[in-house]
């Protein structure tokens, strides 16, 4: 079986990872970091010789032939990781820096192999004078190198205002020199430090002097694409440091969740404590997801990873002050004081937001790609078979006619949206892309789930009707596979998967949301089968429905989960009469279902008697793998695609331009996230309470999308001739987004499931 995306870490990566983490535990506890800050130097020097020398993590971004491991972007995140959840007070992130820039001189030049063979070795310390405000590498340096008299190297006379870790062994400065731009490598004994105050304690950053200290000139080809190189993975690493301190505030704040008491129970278990919890994690999950992305990416390709980069390092940054921020709300006056170290990381997440330029450097950076209209896409394609599948996807739907115009205000445009949907999947099926990883004597494929994961990503930016018939093909289709008798399967499957029969779901009543086990239709044997007996309701185009699956309780006289049983029903049969609901839209999707006396054949039962929670677990475990491999994929009527057609115009601003790349990113990291959860699905993996987390953020990503189109199109957007084909899209966004934070379980019933089955929150007492 083929794995869908590039897996980082792999198996090498996360040893690594291991063994950094296992040392930090041993050598950077809170004293340690505590005594590490009030040193002159910043750092503990122990720690420095042990990771440096003998783990040999100094040496991962230098070369084989200098004596490193010539690790990739890889190797250096995990470690980067790793040190931000401690935020262990160490040279590391600035002399790794430092050998990114070396590592650009010619395989021949004499200084930059003397001070990278040190680096591997653990010997010597190095920084590199990058900007860390963001600007242009290519802005000329301040300080002027001019040749020294006896040809040893470049006399340097100015001032380096800001650079990290400034009391290293070797410097390497941009210097502007009678040739043009260059770098060259100056020795501590030849520069005067002064120690900045800074937000951060655990990093430590100073000013430089240089008063004719002479430096050894650099053979490097392009001195500006070598600082751009450190730049680059400086923002990596700023990421995975990122991920780190928001990954060790998060424990911090789930484990005085559950220790911490107050009113006879741990303060997890309320409510309000356990949803800030749930969305600090899915911050978290959208970080690590981008971190991903742009680890897979520089990975491949770093020339072409900036956009993936600079998107994790806004996301990340976010996720970062978000969570440390929380963690403090959580631990709450133990959390505000000096004693408890939750400050240094809620230090280190707000100081390095910054680092390499705030967010308004990064969006500009981002503009031509997030602006240019097409969907936000992670980086990685996959293995070329599957990334080549998922190509002919998107041609096929490309080549498909549009839509016509229109709108689903009454139940006759309604009915056209459905035949529409009806067509397409009966399209689908005829091109050989319908039912992927079903066997193919049920209409089927037959191909491995990696092509489903392959085929979410050729169909984004389309229309894919997956609100019609996610529960159908998704949900219904697959429990039929799984517990249908053989007849059942011959009988339905191929229809349903063509869409020449609709399937629908009868699960929830006007006392049985959330609550489903609760529910009180009643189904009785009568010796040739049963009788069914009772109302269902939020029934998504039940009126619309050939066939449904019922879940019905059969016997009253047990513990409300073992009573039920799963039935096919024919929606056609007397007794059942449906009545669609009109929504806040317009639209009339959702409908009331009435069974009175109905008969079902004794062969209608799907599973065993009693058996029908365990057929409910399955058809949810179905939904969750849906919205797994495409959280986006009920997506709402106004989609970032069209946000980017408002901004288009001239005389839109830069702060709406922003706000759009902001939403771009936020896309982008929750596709990358979507990828994640379907590759482990390719892996047997099943993402369980984690598809809530996809969920929850794809219905706040919707909400403000829709917000932002809205505000961006203005009073005039709101207001439309009903000749204007579309003209309520910005209305309809308005009104259709709230749904999405309700179907399949509320936004707050998702947090609780997050707190609880992911974070291990205790449950409210009963």
Do not use: N
């Amino acid at each position: 079986m083929q794995s869908s995306a590039p897996v980082w870490p792999d198996d090498d990566q996360r040893d690594l990872a291991e063994a950094v983490r296992t040392l930090l535990v041993r050598r950077a506890d809170s004293g340690a970091v505590r005594a590490a800050i009030a040193s002159r130097s910043g750092f503990d020097d122990g720690l420095w010789v042990t990771l440096g020398r003998e783990l040999g993590v100094a040496g991962l971004a230098v070369a084989a032939r200098h004596g490193g491991s010539g690790a990739g972007p890889g190797e250096l995140a995990v470690v980067a990781q790793e040190l931000g959840r401690v935020v262990a007070p160490s040279p590391w992130f600035a002399t790794v820096l430092a050998a990114e820039v070396l590592g650009a001189a010619s395989d021949d030049d004499p200084a930059a192999a003397e001070s990278l063979v040190a680096i591997a070795s653990g010997e010597r310390r190095a920084t590199v004078a990058l900007p860390l405000d963001g600007r242009d590498p290519a802005d000329p340096p301040a300080i002027q190198g001019d040749p020294a008299a006896d040809g040893s190297g470049v006399t340097i006379t100015g001032e380096l205002a800001d650079v990290l870790d400034p009391h290293a062994d070797d410097v390497v400065v941009p210097v502007s020199t009678p040739t043009g731009p260059g770098l060259a490598v100056v020795g501590a004994d030849a520069l005067t430090v002064t120690d900045l105050e800074g937000l951060d304690l655990t990093r430590r950053r100073g000013r430089i002097g240089l008063d004719r200290a002479v430096g050894r000139l650099l053979d490097v080809p392009d001195p500006h694409e070598a600082v751009r190189r450190g730049v680059r993975l400086g923002l990596l690493l700023r990421a995975a440091e990122h991920v780190g301190v928001a990954g060790r505030c998060l424990d911090l704040a789930v484990e005085h969740g559950g220790t911490r008491r107050q009113f006879d129970r741990p303060i997890g278990s309320f409510q309000a404590v356990k949803h800030l919890c749930a969305d600090l994690l899915v911050a978290l999950e959208q970080a690590r997801a981008a971190l991903h992305d742009a680890v897979v990416a520089a990975q491949a390709d770093p020339d072409g990873a900036e956009p993936a980069i600079r998107a994790a390092a806004l996301t990340a940054a976010d996720a970062a002050r978000e969570v440390a921020g929380g963690a403090v709300q959580v631990l709450a006056g133990i959390g505000f004081t000096w004693e408890h170290d939750a400050h240094l990381s809620f230090r280190r997440a707000h100081a390095s937001a910054v680092l390499f330029g705030g967010p308004d450097v990064h969006r500009r950076a981002l503009a031509g790609e997030a602006l240019g209209g097409a969907a936000p896409a992670p980086s990685s394609d996959g293995p070329d078979d599957l990334a080549a599948f998922a190509a002919r996807v998107d041609a096929w739907h490309f080549a498909r006619p549009p839509l016509p115009a229109g709108t689903r205000r009454d139940v006759d445009a309604g009915r056209r949206w459905f035949d529409a949907a009806i067509a397409y999947r009966r399209d689908l099926a005829d091109a050989g892309l319908a039912g992927l990883t079903w066997p193919v004597d049920y209409g089927g494929q037959g191909l491995d789930p990696a092509h489903e994961v392959a085929f979410a990503r050729g169909t984004r930016g389309h229309e894919t009707f997956s609100e019609v018939f996610t529960v159908g093909v998704a949900m219904c289709g697959p429990v039929i596979l799984s517990l249908g008798s053989a007849d059942q399967r011959s009988r339905y499957l191929a229809p349903l998967l063509r869409g020449e029969e609709y399937w629908c779901q009868l699960f929830s009543e006007p006392e049985a949301g959330s609550d489903l086990a609760s529910l009180r239709t009643r189904a009785v044997p009568d010796g040739a089968g049963w009788r069914v007996t009772g109302q269902k309701v939020w029934t998504t185009f039940a009126h619309f429905a050939d066939h449904a699956l019922l879940l019905a309780r059969t016997d009253p006289e047990v513990p409300k989960h073992r009573g039920l049983t799963m039935f096919v029903v024919d929606m056609a049969a007397p007794g059942i009469r449906t009545r669609p609901l009109r929504q806040m839209t317009g639209d009339e999707e959702f409908c009331e279902v009435f069974l009175d006396d109905v008969a079902l054949p004794a062969d209608a039962v799907v599973g065993e008697v009693g058996g029908g929670w365990k057929a409910a677990l399955t058809m949810l475990a179905h939904e969750r793998r849906a919205l797994g491999r495409d959280p986006l994929a009920l997506a709402p009527p106004v989609t970032l695609q069209h946000l980017v057609g408002l901004v288009g115009d001239d005389e839109v601003g830069e702060t709406h331009r922003h706000r759009v790349i902001d939403l771009w990113v936020r896309e982008r990291a929750l596709r990358a996230f979507g990828d994640r959860l379907a590759a482990a699905g390719v892996a047997g993996e099943d993402p369980g309470a984690l598809a809530s987390v996809g969920k929850l953020a794809a219905a706040g990503l919707a909400r403000d999308v829709t917000r932002a189109a809205v505000e961006i199109a203005g009073a005039h957007g709101l207001a439309w001739d009903p000749a204007e084909p579309d003209g309520e899209l910005w209305s309809r966004g308005v009104l259709y987004a709230p749904m999405l934070s309700i179907a399949g379980g509320t936004d707050q019933i998702q947090r609780t499931i997050i707190g609880e089955r992911l974070l291990g929150l205790p449950r409210e007492p009963s």
